[in-house]
């Protein structure tokens, strides 16, 4: 029989469920190094589309720096798409008691 994390399921599902596209419950169950990447991806991702709403709000005109608005706008959706994607992924892994923890135990305890 395999081990059981001390880690807390109710907790890891909530973080994946509601800052899961920022990596917080891979950091929760000690996750680091995933944790880094998904928080890189989830706050890229957050600025690509804050610099394009904010540019499109105010009329700036990005030729000059020889940005298109819709490439921000493609880069922003297609890094929330994985982000999100691996977050959704994590959530369900979590929820059906897949998940496992930095020393490879299931996190199963409610």
Known sequence: ???ISGRSRRTAALLAAFLGVFGIHRLYLGKTGT???MMILGISG???LAVYFSFTGYRVDLSAYHI???MLLAMGIVT???VGSW???DFIYTVSGRMRDRAGLLVRRW
């Open 1 to 3: 029989m395999e081990g």
């Open 35 to 37: 944790a880094i990447a």
């Open 46 to 48: 957050c600025s690509l």
């Open 68 to 70: 298109e608005y819709y």
């Open 80 to 82: 929330f798409i994985v």
């Open 87 to 89: 977050a959704v992924v």
